[in-house]
């Protein structure tokens, strides 16, 4: 989902039709680098997440539900953009 929401977005700014709202990432948006700042960053999530498992399972599951779903809402955002052309 993380990466998805990274192809969109460079998509959709490539086109004109949104613009990156984390100021952290405004520098690289609708460069390559940001997908590729994407799959380090959850290479790095998903390696903290493996090791938060070994010792409490349940908070990994929790945390890694929330995320997902909060990246699942983030990429229906933005296909809907992309679809219908709406700018941000």
Known sequence: MVVAD???TNL???NGIAREANPLLVDIAGEHALI???VVGVLL???????ISRR???LAF???SVFLLVYVCIV???LRLLL?????
């Open 6 to 8: 990274g192809a969109l």
């Open 56 to 58: 409490n399972p349940l």
């Open 45 to 51: 999530c998903v390696l903290i997440l493996w090791d």
């Open 36 to 38: 590729i700042l994407k």
């Open 76 to 78: 229906i955002w933005n």
């Open 84 to 88: 219908l052309g709406i700018q941000a």
């Open 62 to 64: 929790w945390t890694s």
């Open 12 to 14: 959709l700014i490539r």
